[in-house]
């Protein structure tokens, strides 16, 4: 069983930079594809960023590229989403996930995901 608990969610202005951190209880972290969605009311779950078991591989929406950077210390069994240019439309429910993978494959659909953290709320406001 895996567990992950998200924090750092909060209010921002826009313009403003917030990282989330995703904490996982597993023995084997490094066995996981790591994944941060994000979902609004009446709206879907949405991809944001996901990377490979060793860090090398990352994929991004394209709403968030050249803005927000995912990243993973296997040591702490973490995985950080650091968000900068922070917009209004960023404002949602982000969610940590985590995908068991023999390969370095990426995937950026929720289906994919076996374990999910329970969320933290992000909002850019001014």
């Known amino acids: 069983q895996v567990q992950l608990v998200e924090s750092g969610g909060g209010l921002v202005q826009p313009g403003g930079s917030l990282r989330v951190s995703c904490a996982a209880s597993?023995?084997?972290?490094?066995?996981?594809?790591m994944g941060w969605f994000r979902q609004t009311p009446g709206k879907e779950r949405e991809f944001v960023a996901a990377?490979?078991?060793?860090?090398?591989?990352?994929r991004y929406t394209d709403s968030v590229k050249g803005r927000f950077t995912i990243s993973r210390d296997n040591a702490k069994k973490a995985v950080y989403l650091q968000m900068n240019s922070l917009k209004p439309e960023d404002t949602a429910v982000y969610y940590c996930?985590?995908?068991?993978?023999?390969?370095?494959?990426?995937?950026?659909?929720?289906?994919?995901?076996?374990?999910w953290g329970q969320g933290t709320q992000v909002t850019v406001s001014s």
């Open positions: 996930a985590a995908d068991f993978r023999v390969s370095e494959v990426v995937a950026d659909t929720s289906s994919s995901y076996d374990y």
């Open positions: 990377i490979s078991r060793s860090g090398s591989s990352t």
């Open positions: 597993v023995r084997t972290f490094s066995s996981y594809v």
